[in-house]
């Protein structure tokens, strides 16, 4: 079965089928429940007929949404119809997407081994981007909306044309696959990091690594780069930056570790900044803003932090025990996917 892009839909189309299991479980270490839903039919209205499995209750039911909640557990959650649905871009999972900053063009990758570019409006596929040896694990447009950045398990890092599908750059230093990359400011240079167990700073001019920011010793599943708070100290570089380092003063980047520890780390000073050691290995992270940061974990805790100090998350959120594979700003709060 082909890989689906939700973006736009109704149920009326999205629930033709019955819909697959979902999860529930308010807190850690407590088993998880696990159940489905299926449409029934339709009302006159077009609105979907719901039947929730065992444990389960069906709340508000309306063209856009679905209210279900676990009564047992005392959680609900709302399912929102997604906008639009892309089924034909790849023939099996997508690995890693990313939307060009003017909304125009979408960017993804897939085990299926391609990676594409396309019409966000329509989902019509503009650019086949050929190169990567192996899977390609992770893209991202550069702010301009015209250069796409990609890594993949081939250890490179390569830079696109969006306009003409052309690989302009290779990186090559990194000593196993690349599973996450970063833009500094409008993209002078970019940071990747590996499951060699570093993150390097490269100069995308010079086609250059200019630094190892950080050696962990255990493989780095996810970065962020993001404006440090001006009370927090981010430590003197121990010699003069390169003057090809354009915009990493100032900055911290969060690294996401295998070995369950999220650490902070000066850009430019390449200094450590904290160390935070969570339940699990991290596999994602973010900011919020300059103070307030997020990481997710493989046995599905997300542990908001204030990077002033680290000795005791603000929150833990914990939904159901699948990994917690990304996370996203949005508004006032975030959104999380999940293994499940």
Not at 157 to 182: M, N, P, Q, R, Y
Not at 201 to 218: E, M, R, T
């Amino acid at each position: 079965m082909a890989a689906t892009l939700r973006i736009q839909s109704d149920w009326s189309q999205a629930l033709r089928w019955a819909w697959p299991s979902w999860s529930s479980s308010p807190s850690p270490w407590k088993p998880t429940l696990y159940g489905s839903l299926t449409r029934r039919g339709l009302s006159t209205e077009g609105v979907p007929d719901i039947a929730a499995s065992e444990g389960f209750v069906v709340g508000e039911v309306t063209k856009k949404s679905i209210l279900i909640s676990c009564p047992h557990e005392n959680v609900s959650t709302k399912f929102l119809a997604p906008y639009t649905t892309f089924c034909r871009i790849h023939q099996k999972s997508i690995t890693c997407l990313d939307i060009s900053s003017g909304g125009g063009l979408g960017v993804s990758t897939s085990t299926d081994g391609t990676m594409k570019i396309w019409q966000a409006a329509n989902g019509e596929i503009r650019r086949l981007l050929e190169g990567h040896v192996y899977d390609v694990n992770c893209c991202r447009f550069f702010p301009s909306g015209l250069v796409v950045l990609s890594g993949g398990m081939d250890a490179q890092l390569k830079i696109w044309s969006a306009e003409d599908s052309s690989c302009v750059v290779t990186f090559k230093g990194h000593k196993g696959g690349i599973l996450d990359t970063a833009i500094v400011d409008r993209g002078r240079n970019v940071v990747s990091c590996s499951r060699d167990g570093t993150a390097r700073l490269w100069d995308c001019g010079k086609s250059a690594c200019l630094a190892v920011i950080a050696d962990c010793g255990s493989p780095v599943n996810g970065i962020a780069v993001g404006a440090a708070d001006n009370s927090l100290n981010l430590g003197m570089p121990e010699k003069a930056p390169s003057e090809r380092e354009i915009g990493t003063e100032g900055k911290i980047l969060l690294l996401a570790r295998e070995d369950k520890k999220l650490q902070g780390v000066g850009l430019q000073s390449r200094q450590p900044v904290f160390l935070f050691v969570g339940s699990d290995a991290f596999n994602c992270c973010t900011f919020l803003s300059s103070t307030y940061i997020l990481a997710g974990t493989q046995d599905g805790n997300i542990y908001q932090l204030d990077v002033r100090n680290t000795n005791t998350p603000i929150q833990v959120v914990h939904r159901s025990g699948a990994p917690v594979l990304s996370l996203l700003p949005y508004r006032d709060g975030f959104i999380a996917s999940q293994g499940n």
